[in-house]
T-cell receptor, first 117, second 111 residues
Framework: GAVVSQHPSWVICKSGTSVKIECRSLDFQATTMFWYRQFPKQSLMLMATSNEGSKATYEQGVEKDKFLINHASLTLSTLTVTSAHPEDSSFYIC?????????????FGQGTRLTVV | DAKTTQPTSMDCAEGRAANLPCNHSTISGNEYVYWYRQIHSQGPQYIIHGLKNNETNEMASLIITEDRKSSTLILPHATLRDTAVYYCIVSLNQAGTALIFGKGTTLSVSS
């Protein structure tokens, strides 16, 4: 079946640095990708929606200048957490949907555990 | 906001059927019912989805009431590896529509 690969699985960075997370659709073209954030013991919260070749749409309360999203191709979207701070520590998850997936649903990456120290 | 209501937690004995309910009384005519699960520290895994008819696949069965206001996910023979948070989501079947997660049901399967 369709697979979405997310990299890295975990990352530790120093406060003030930037971190890039990649999300790849391996066997289908993802016209749309979604980025979620999940804090401990909470549900997934949608951060933004990105369509290939256009600017991402951010949910209310999500800073677009802090969470930079690039969806330059139909198989790759990236989320860059700029000037990370400890409060940005979270589990970041991407999902992808699009044509050719075979079934009408979204596929999720395995998630990235970000720890800012 | 999520349009579904699920019990916070449920327990199930290994080998028995796990029946997870979900209420979605405000579901629109063209919205589907999706079920995903999330095992600790992993991304959500697709289980099954349906519109009106009951559905079955290798993982589970989905029973949707005739008025579509509620549904039940059935894991016919639960195993310890089925311990996870199960999310019931209603959404349009469009690639550009995000899945909005509620709090889900934490299913604990014990031996």
């Amino acid at each position: 079946g369709a697979v979405v690969s997310q990299h890295p699985s975990w990352v530790i960075c120093k406060s003030g640095t930037s971190v890039k997370i990649e999300c790849r659709s391996l066997d289908f073209q993802a016209t749309t990708m979604f980025w979620y954030r999940q804090f401990p013991k909470q549900s997934l919260m949608l951060m933004a929606t990105s369509n290939e070749g256009s600017k991402a749409t951010y949910e209310q309360g999500v800073e677009k200048d802090k969470f930079l999203i690039n969806h330059a191709s139909l198989t790759l979207s990236t989320l860059t957490v700029t000037s990370a701070h400890p409060e940005d520590s979270s589990f970041y998850i991407c999902s992808a949907s699009g044509q050719g997936a075979g079934r009408p649903k979204a596929f999720f990456g395995q998630g990235t555990r970000l720890t800012v120290v | 906001d999520a349009k579904t209501t699920q019990p916070t937690s449920m327990d199930c004995a290994e080998g028995r059927a796990a029946n997870l309910p979900c209420n979605h009384s405000t579901i629109s005519g063209n919205e589907y019912v999706y079920w995903y699960r999330q095992i600790h520290s992993q991304g959500p895994q697709y289980i099954i989805h349906g519109l009106k008819n009951n559905e079955t696949n290798e993982m589970a069965s989905l029973i949707i009431t005739e008025d579509r206001k509620s549904s039940t996910l059935i894991l016919p023979h639960a195993t310890l590896r089925d311990t996870a948070v199960y999310y019931c989501i209603v959404s349009l079947n469009q690639a550009g529509t995000a899945l909005i997660f509620g709090k889900g049901t934490t299913l604990s399967v014990s031996s």
